[in-house]
């Protein structure tokens, strides 16, 4: 994640201590890390959005981990001290135990956010979140009206999510905005940002498209609009320090932001030009994200380096526990982790004599860490390719 509020005005942001090495608890560094884990419990979704990732639709799935599955997962992942969990699905909160599974992941010291479409949250349901101490809820929302039912292939499903954002709201539970910028809807954003400010969401998170599941059908943004989404998410950012509102907004699978951010502060003599590119070398991009920041079970107990990145697994928690997983205690799943980590083991010229395309010449290298791994590998079918969703211009890189 890159966090535009953080780089771009110098203010202190929630979770400093894991991007950038910085303020309480702050990790010693970006490559001994542990994962941010993304659960998907559930594949089954009351919506069919054109991006999903995980194909999911209003069916059941055979084969998703039972209670005391669920229960042993929890255990190993408070006890391997992972500094947050995430649930994701499908839609998580149609899952039957999803409020049985919140509670006792918080009472064993997690630190939980929920992924939801909104759609199902009630005053109720908000208020129970609450009461369990969820660190933040994310919404996903793709654009205004009709922009978002056509994305999400329901209608009625914004008004739903606004719903959702609303009861949140009501019982002071933070609230956070998801939503993945594609060529459908990136020139929704202003709309987008206004309603963020009208609803007083504190936590936006703009996604860079990954084409996995349905999102395949989708083409990634052109360099052009990329840009201009970034600048209008700056103007932003902008706009609300100038009042005293320092919301976080972050942009997620896409270190490339990070490059452009800086190639930006140099050009208008940034005051925060070298802090920046001191927090975003420490974080690495990358060279640290999928297979070592960010992990993935999937619906039925399989381990991933990221959601996205499904076609690799390293192992199944219904027979194995994530730590030991993880820990590279197993094979084959050992020896395909070590590969991807080599990414970030590697010395700096190591790793960028290995890149082939822009990146083996790329001098933001070493704060990009070749862009999101994933969506090179998809593109090149090597982990050594270039990311094809960077969209610096070659002078600006060179």
Aim: proline content about 3%.
């Amino acid at each position: 994640m890159i966090n535009l509020t953080r780089l771009w005005t110098g203010t202190a942001q929630p979770a400093d201590n894991l991007r950038y090495g910085q303020g309480h608890r702050a990790v010693k560094s970006a490559n001994t890390r542990r994962p941010i884990v993304v659960w998907n419990i559930t594949r089954t979704c009351n919506l069919r959005c054109i991006h999903c990732y995980s194909d999911s639709n209003a069916a059941r799935y055979p084969g998703e981990l039972t209670w005391e599955q669920m229960q042993n997962v929890v255990n190993d992942l408070s006890e391997y001290q992972i500094p947050a969990l995430l649930l994701s699905g499908g839609e998580p909160m149609i899952h039957n135990r999803f409020f049985d599974l919140v509670d006792y992941a918080t009472e064993r010291g997690l630190k939980l956010t929920i992924s939801t479409n909104g759609t199902l949250i009630t005053p109720k349901k908000a208020a129970r979140l609450k009461a369990a101490n969820v660190a933040y809820v994310g919404i996903s929302l793709d654009g205004i009206g009709e922009v978002h039912d056509k994305f999400r292939g329901k209608e009625g499903a914004f008004k739903a999510a606004v719903d959702g954002f609303r009861h949140c709201h009501d019982v002071d539970q933070k609230t956070g905005l998801r939503l993945t910028l594609t060529r459908n809807n990136v020139d929704n954003i202003e709309r987008i940002l206004d309603f963020i400010e009208e609803q007083e969401i504190q936590r936006v998170c703009f996604y860079h498209l990954v084409p996995a599941g349905r999102g395949c059908e989708l083409e990634v943004l052109d360099s052009m609009r990329a840009r201009g989404a970034i600048d209008t998410l700056i103007k932003r950012v902008e706009h609300w320090h100038s009042r005293g509102i320092d919301r976080e907004v972050l942009t997620v699978t896409q270190p490339a932001d990070g490059a452009y951010l800086l190639t930006r502060m140099e050009n208008e003599s940034h005051p925060n030009l070298e802090q920046t590119r001191e927090l975003l070398g420490w974080n690495g991009g990358g060279a640290n994200s999928s297979g070592r920041g960010i992990a993935n079970i999937d619906t039925q107990g399989n381990v991933h380096p990221d959601q996205f990145w499904q076609d690799i697994g390293l192992g199944n928690v219904k027979q194995t526990p994530f730590s030991e997983i993880w820990e590279e205690q197993h094979e084959p799943s050992a020896a395909t982790l070590q590969k991807i980590r080599s990414v970030g083991q590697l010395s700096l010229n190591e790793r960028q004599t290995r890149m082939t395309g822009r990146c083996a010449t790329c001098k933001f290298f070493n704060i990009c860490g070749g862009g999101f791994r994933t969506r090179a590998a998809f593109a090149n079918n090597s982990m050594w390719g270039s990311d094809p969703g960077c969209y610096l211009f070659d002078e600006e890189i060179a």
